[in-house]
């Protein structure tokens, strides 16, 4: 067999997985390993890999036939149940990369250092072990690791018998090497990915994500996950993602929480933020006032359809909140003067884009009021086949608007989050 005995981990999780024939198979994202009393070396039994559908699944390395010319090769029979991390189980990128542990060095001192990589090495048909780490030296006293032939900072390759810590999980874990794998996910799949860690991984991995990239996550998670990880944040960052959400996920995250931690939040964020918010909280979570965002695309009567399209592109946007313009008199934020009526995303690409949106209005969608249940919401969006829905007040303001994948979040079951990929079948299939 031609397979290199070697490979560091972080080069691995970039490959695509080919069967034999030549067809792909999907693509790694990571590397299980087992730690045991009886072995000096972690055992790595098999790589997670993600294949279509985004779906991340297991293949043991008893699968993997080769691992050359920037690719695996495995036998083309994988199992494609979900991916589910036993206890007895480490994955290599998303828990030991930036591990803090502690390492010899050529002159036999051990001193701190940080897990930047990971190497394993085939050592028969059926095995392959952890056998080196790449690590960077911390030393606070950077002239004693001088005398000892390194220097605070550098990084080298150490024998894994020389690593010690490896398998404990260390506080105030980075997780800057795990967000680079894994930076190409969307939200909704790095939120499958950081659901897997635990607990403590998992605020280590929200620390280390952006306000908005931490937000446009949390929508994505299960409600346990959710208000975990917001309330580990300090206040003042909790606030500045909440206000990042959109607000009918962020309304709904606040209902979870006790009162007193509500008000803190609330105080801390900007007025109008939090008076959205405010607002939200009053209705019922399954009327048309609790599943609505007070954030749809709204524009005055003498707007032109060139300026439509142009705020209807902007990528923040999701596709169901940009399908739908609507047409207020000001103020243009909600509460808002007097609706006017809708204008759907395909009518603006048929017109000529100097035209004014008042003179193309669809005004024969009828507004829901905020009190308007759940299934009435459902069966509107159904039986005109739309996508969104205004949301008025008694006296004709808009309010906001629902959207369907508001509505699929909330009849769906409680659970669909993790159980989303159950609903595929076979569980040997070839890789082809």
Not at 185 to 205: F, G, M, N, Y
Not at 368 to 376: C, E, H, V
Request: glycine content about 8%; hydrophobic content about 40%; charged content about 30%.
């Amino acid at each position: 067999m031609s397979t290199p005995t070697r490979a560091f981990v972080g080069r691995l999780s970039e490959l695509d997985v080919f069967d034999p024939l030549g067809d792909k198979v999907g693509r790694v994202r990571d590397v299980v390993v087992t730690f045991s009393v009886a072995r000096t070396r972690p055992r790595a039994i098999g790589l997670v890999v993600e294949v279509p559908g985004r779906r991340r699944v297991f293949v043991p390395m008893t699968r993997v036939t080769s691992v050359e010319g920037g690719q695996v090769i495995t036998t083309g029979l994988v199992n494609m149940r979900r991916f589910e991390q036993r206890p007895n189980e480490t994955l290599v990128v998303a828990e030991l990369f930036e591990r803090q542990v502690q390492v010899r060095t050529d002159g036999g001192d051990v001193v701190p250092a940080t897990v930047q990589d990971v190497g394993i090495e085939q050592l028969g048909p059926r095995g392959w072990n952890v056998t080196r780490a790449a690590v960077r030296l911390q030393a606070s006293r950077p002239s004693r690791l001088g005398r000892l032939g390194r220097r605070r900072g550098e990084t080298f390759v150490a024998p894994i018998e020389d690593v010690r810590g490896l398998r404990d999980a260390s506080e105030n874990q980075g997780a800057a090497k795990l967000l680079e794998t894994y930076g190409d996910l969307k939200p909704a799949d790095l939120a499958e990915v950081i659901h897997d860690l635990s607990a403590q991984r998992r605020a280590e991995v929200a620390a280390a994500l952006t306000d908005e990239r931490l937000a446009d996550v949390i929508e994505e998670l299960p409600e346990d996950d959710q208000v975990e990880i917001l309330v580990g944040l300090e206040v003042r960052r909790a606030a500045d993602v909440l206000e990042a959400m959109e607000p009918d996920d962020a309304a709904d995250l606040l209902a979870e929480l006790p009162v007193e931690r509500q008000e803190e939040l609330l105080q801390t964020m900007q007025p109008d933020d939090a008076a959205d918010l405010r607002r939200l909280l009053t209705y019922d979570e399954n009327t048309a006032g609790g599943l609505m965002t007070t954030e749809p695309v709204i524009l005055g009567p003498e707007a032109s359809i060139a300026e439509a399209l142009a705020v209807v592109r902007r990528k923040e946007l999701s596709t169901a909140l940009a399908c739908t313009v609507f047409v207020c008199r000001p103020p243009l934020e909600t509460p808002t003067g007097k609706f006017l009526g809708v204008v759907h995303l395909q009518r603006l690409l048929r017109e000529p884009p100097h035209n004014p949106v008042g003179g193309i209005i669809d005004k024969d969608v009828e507004p829901l009021p905020p009190a308007a249940s759940l299934g009435a919401v459902t069966r509107t969006l159904a039986t005109y086949d739309l996508v969104g829905l205004p949301v008025v007040d008694d006296d004709g303001h808009l309010l906001g608007a629902v959207t369907v994948d508001d509505v699929l979040d909330h009849i769906l079951p409680e659970d669909w989050r993790e159980e989303r990929h159950d609903v595929v079948a076979p569980a040997e299939v070839s890789g082809g």
